[in-house]
């Protein structure tokens, strides 16, 4: 009988394989490991590896001053750690630098865009991962954030960096705020309003009067000259801060009534007595002090003005002198290079005081009319900012970057770029600043926009912007002339538009004329006087009465007290200077200054005390000066004095009436083009007005005013 091997399904393995079968696969397997192990391969390994989750990363729309972060993930694929390292560049961050990323681990690495200015910014981060370099793309577009301002100081602002957008809420009661009246203190809100504490000012000083200004706080008035003045000549009132007024002998030999170089009224122990003047003693004469001789004054010099000093820039520096004088004879102007300017000030007897750089480019210089004295600051104009400088040692006190102001209307598109105009002072604690623009290509076509001028009310202690006026088409104007009431007198220089508007402290826009036809020069009381010699009503417009024209076409001058008035220009080859009454217009003379030579230059008049015009001119004739003479003439047409300038050169200019003092600069070159001196002359009986439209720029803080 023939017999067969029964393998039972138990016995096979799940291909159906039979034990002998199964046992020469393994055989053949350990067969194959052993060849391999002799140098041969077979069979082929499945190899880890380390990848990245992204090779460019765009971020959102980021505002500058604010991030976005955005995840990039390493993939670690073989079963031990692996090194990696990074480099990156600003405005991009990544973090960490450095890591052993662990074996079948996914590592998580920080990528940051903090940009800290506009634009759009590309760049490759370097990655090194296990010794071989990887990249990834780093792509994000930064943009300004809009300026948050809240609409009162009972409010607060935030911004949403992923929105764009200002949210505004409102402060609890209680909360402590600011509202800017240095008169109120302990300030918090109730029921949206910042309410405070009436700050009490009393120094004890009898000789003061204790005031609060709302943008100065507490200040103490001196008042000791309201002390009544006894009629006596030899008396003198004084105040004491514990006693108050009361009245004291005037120093022996204080005059008492007139002197020449023959007798002296002169107060001896509280008494007024006549003496003979001795020889020798000191006398002034018209145009400086000289000495007694054979009872007449006597001066070495003639009728040459003495100098006292004189000041000239280093080479290369431009010099604008603005006609700036404090009431202790301080001076100020600027000096500016290519690319930066200083606020420069000197004492009254030429010793400098302090040089302040302007933070701020400025283009083109410092022109006279963006330096004004406000209060305690000299305020400076530049194409961006507004800054302030304290009078007394020239800090920093405040500034104000504009351009955040005109953003709304550089997001337009238009204009392209800003340049400062002129600054001026309403009396009143605020300023004035206007700004012209270039116009930019319109967006998708070949035509300009238009021109823009902006009128700027500013705050005078921190130059916070109060309100703005936008004029279109009117790129340029003429310095800002301030009336009497607080109101902006704004000239535009364009042939085809009124040329001249009023806006009142409220920013409310008041046209004065109907066509372009002369640009403003002075104001006093309700009237504005123009290049053409004209006086207008400042109310609407209407002319007053016109004044004596001229022949050229130089712009003439004004100078206007509280009863007199003069208009300096050049008429052919000399200078007119003609009186009237302001309130009139009734011209009482005409004075024409006619020197040996053709007139080159002279300066802009000063009114003085005396109800008289004060300046100075050269005359040139074969290539050189040939004179040049100070002339001080009364409103009947009176010569007061004319005295001699030494031949340093043009003078021309704004100039200073101060203590006695004549400060005036020049130029050496005859085509003007030399650089500017400045010098003080001795000017005895020299004082300016002390009230009325004193020089070209107003006062004596050439802040475009009336004093």
């Known amino acids: 009988m023939n017999r067969r091997l029964a393998v039972s399904r138990g016995d096979r393995g799940p291909f159906g394989w039979s034990l002998a079968q199964r046992l020469g696969l393994v055989v053949g397997l350990a067969m194959t490991a052993l060849a391999a192990g002799c140098g041969e391969s077979p069979l082929v390994a499945i190899k880890g590896e380390l990848r990245l989750s992204e090779t460019r990363i765009e971020f959102p729309r980021t505002f500058v001053g604010y991030s976005s972060v955005r995840k990039l993930t390493l993939s670690n694929g073989w079963p031990d750690p692996r090194p990696m ?60 954030a809009p300026p948050c301002r809240a609409s009162g100081p009972c409010r607060e602002v935030d911004f949403n960096p992923e929105t764009g957008e200002c949210k505004e809420r409102r402060l609890p009661d209680g909360a402590s705020c600011v509202s800017g009246n240095q008169c109120m203190t302990d300030e918090t809100c109730s029921g949206d309003v910042c309410k405070g504490v009436l700050r009490v000012c009393d120094d004890g000083n009898l000789c003061t009067e204790d005031v609060c200004d709302p943008a100065r706080g507490c200040l103490a008035l001196d008042r000791s000259a309201d002390c009544p003045m006894p009629n006596d000549s030899c008396k003198s009132a004084y105040c004491d801060p514990l006693g108050g007024c009361g009245i004291v002998n ?50 070495t010099m003639g009728k040459v003005l003495k100098e006292a000093w004189t000041y000239e820039p280093d080479a290369g520096i431009r010099l604008e002198f603005p006609g700036i004088s404090d009431p202790s004879g301080n001076l100020y102007w600027a000096e500016c290079d290519s690319t930066s300017c200083d606020v420069v000030s000197y004492t009254s007897n030429g010793f400098s005081r302090f040089r302040s750089k302007v933070k701020t480019a400025v283009s083109g210089g410092l022109q006279r009319e963006q330096l004004i004295l406000v209060g305690e600051w000299i305020v400076v104009l530049t194409d961006r900012a507004i800054e302030a400088f304290s009078r007394v040692d020239g800090a920093l006190a405040w500034e104000r970057l504009l351009a955040d102001d005109l953003e709304p209307i550089l997001s337009q598109g238009l204009p392209c770029k800003w340049s400062a105009g002129s600054l001026a002072s309403d009396g009143r ?6 700004f012209a ?9 070949d035509a300009l926009g238009p021109n823009l001028g902006v009128l700027f009310s500013l705050q005078a202690g921190t130059g916070e912007p109060i309100w703005s006026r936008i004029f279109e088409d009117n790129p340029k104007a003429a310095p800002l002339v301030i009336s009497s009431d607080g109101s902006a007198l704004v000239s535009f220089i364009t042939p085809w538009l009124p040329g001249m508007v009023r806006v009142d402290r409220d920013g409310v826009v008041t046209s004065l004329l109907s066509v372009q036809d ?12 123009d290049d053409r010699s004209r006086a207008m009503r400042i109310a609407d417009g209407a002319i007053a009465y016109q004044l004596p024209a001229f022949t050229t076409d130089d712009p003439p001058a004004f100078v206007i007290g509280t009863h007199q008035g003069f208009l300096l220009g050049k008429d052919g080859d000399g200078l007119r200077l003609s009186s009237f009454h302001p309130s009139t217009g009734f011209v009482s003379s005409t004075s024409t200054i006619e020197g040996d030579g053709f007139l080159r230059s ?38 007061l004095r004319s005295c001699v300038l030494p031949d340093a050169g043009l003078y021309a200019g704004i100039s200073v009436l101060r203590q006695s003092s004549f400060t005036v600069t020049s130029r050496s070159s005859l085509v003007g083009m030399g650089p500017d001196k400045v010098h003080q002359f001795e000017l005895p009986k020299g004082e300016s007005g002390t009230a009325g439209w004193v020089n070209v720029r107003g006062s004596l803080a050439a802040d475009g005013r009336p004093q």
């Open 85 to 144: 390292s990074l480099t990156v560049q600003a405005p991009f961050d990544a973090s960490p630098k450095e890591t052993m990323v662990r074996g079948h681990f996914d590592f998580p690495i920080e990528v940051v865009f903090a940009p800290e200015g506009p634009g759009r910014f590309e760049q490759v981060m370097e990655l090194l991962v296990d010794g071989a370099p990887k990249t990834v793309t780093l792509v994000g577009v930064a943009e300004k």
């Open 518 to 529: 002369g640009a403003a020069l002075a104001s006093w009381g309700d009237l504005a006087f």
């Open 250 to 299: 005037v120093d022996d030999g204080t005059p008492c009534g007139p002197a020449n170089c023959a007798t002296a009224l002169i107060c001896a122990s509280g008494q007024c007595r006549e003496l003979d003047v001795p020889e020798g003693t000191p006398c002034n004469g018209e145009c400086g002090i000289g000495a007694c001789k054979d009872k007449v004054c006597f001066r």
């Open 602 to 639: 002279w300066t802009h008049p000063i009114l003085t005390n005396r109800d008289s015009a004060l300046f100075a001119a050269t005359f040139v004739g074969g290539g050189a000066p040939t004179e040049t003479g100070f002339w001080e003439i009364g409103g009947d047409g009176d010569l």
């Open 429 to 434: 604690g605020g300023i004035y600043a206007f």
């Open 437 to 445: 623009g270039a116009p930019c290509m319109i967006p998708g076509t």
